[in-house]
């Protein structure tokens, strides 16, 4: 539906600058939001995200149901647009978000505490990542690309991330700015008592939803102070839990091993991906001479995929069940019987070890 207005924008006007200008406009100040007023071509808007106007978000709010919405920076707009219903919903979110924020916060502890909060709510999601899908869906791409759009899914890219947290501190009065490092990664500086730290939101996130000590807030990853103060954790962080754990707790078992992890991070709070990117370094941490497969499946509920990550060690298979809030051993016979009845789909490049070995005896017996 997305990629459908940005075609039928192209389309109907083309390069025609001056058609572009009668359809579109820049919106910073309550001036332009006269001019808007003004003129009844208008049907897309590129809102300033680095000098936030709160009297132009509210207008838009109670007045902006006829429009699409992306986010302008240094006078380059986005090119993805969301419709109103979605940018509505989540600027309220945001709101939300910011009115939660104690009044006693100094200016770095906004900082850490806006940083602290995306990581919680929004996460990666796999079905854009090419090589891990059949089908490609750029228009899902493009839905979380606009910082609207991925509050509405709960799910970001690097360029969605970075844009939000500047957008979230410049409404509160903080100095932050987008650098690229390079053509693929973009990450925050954010100025606080004239002191420049370099941030990575984008990946953090993992570590976030683990409740770990972040690595990626230049001078502050593990300042218990201020983490105890604005609510991150309550007394240490999960992976200082965890060493304590493991040195009076020891298994040879793959599933005793996950559910003692299990006692140490709420599970409930991860996302699939970043479930996953956390588990393989704990495995290599404290399981470093077993070979154990992460991979990464999903319940199909077309048009909808419900993604889900299975380890794997001497062909023992495990999930976290979510509605138990433990892992489960699943059947290997289980899973072979959901897989061909198409209840359950594998991402592409996913080694499973009884597909590996169904290969090799394709292979070697000419089956």
């Not at 925050?188 to 941030?199: G, Y």
């Not at 604005?230 to 060493?243: E, F, H, S, T």
């Not at 699939?272 to 509920?301: C, H, T």
């Amino acid at each position: 539906m997305f990629t459908f207005f940005f075609i039928l924008y192209y389309n109907e006007y083309g390069d025609n600058m001056k058609d572009t200008e009668q359809i579109m406009i820049n919106i910073s100040t309550m001036n332009d939001i006269e001019k808007l007023k003004k003129n009844n071509h208008i049907k897309y808007i590129n809102l300033d995200i680095e000098d936030v106007n709160l009297d132009v978000i509210y207008y838009l709010l109670e007045n902006g149901q006829d429009y699409y919405y992306t986010e302008l920076t240094k006078e380059k707009r986005g090119y993805i647009y969301v419709p109103y219903h979605i940018f509505k919903t989540s600027e309220l979110f945001i709101l939300k978000i910011l009115n939660n924020i104690p009044v006693t916060f100094n200016r770095l502890e906004i900082a850490r505490y806006l940083y602290i909060t995306i990581g919680k709510n929004i996460g990666y999601d796999i079905n854009i990542i090419p090589e891990k899908n059949d089908i490609y869906h750029l228009e899902n791409e493009y839905t979380i690309n606009n910082i609207w759009g991925s509050i509405h899914q709960l799910k970001a890219t690097n360029t969605s991330f970075t844009n939000l947290y500047a957008y979230l501190c410049h409404i509160m009065g903080l100095t932050c700015k987008t650098i690229a490092i390079d053509s693929n990664n973009l990450k925050n500086i954010v100025t606080v008592d004239n002191r420049n730290i370099t941030i990575d939101i984008t990946e953090d996130i993992p570590y976030i939803e683990a409740g770990f000590k972040t690595k990626y807030f230049t001078g502050y990853n593990d300042n218990l102070y201020l983490d105890r103060k604005i609510g991150y954790i309550q007394n240490d962080y999960n992976d200082n839990l965890i060493d304590n754990y493991m040195n009076v707790s020891s298994s040879n078992q793959l599933e005793d091993f996950l559910n003692k992890i299990n006692q140490c991070i709420n599970i409930n709070n991860m996302k699939a991906m970043e479930f996953g990117i956390i588990f393989e370094q704990l495995f290599n941490k404290y399981w470093p001479d077993y070979e154990i497969r992460i991979n990464n499946l999903y319940v199909n509920n077309y048009p909808n995929k419900e993604h889900f990550i299975i380890f794997s060690c001497k062909d023992k298979y495990y999930s976290y069940n979510y509605t138990k809030k433990y892992f489960v051993e699943i059947k290997e016979e289980e899973l072979k019987e959901n897989i061909n009845k198409k209840k359950i789909g594998i991402y592409q490049n996913e080694k499973i070890p009884f597909l590996i070995h169904s290969i090799i005896k394709e292979e070697t017996y000419g089956f």
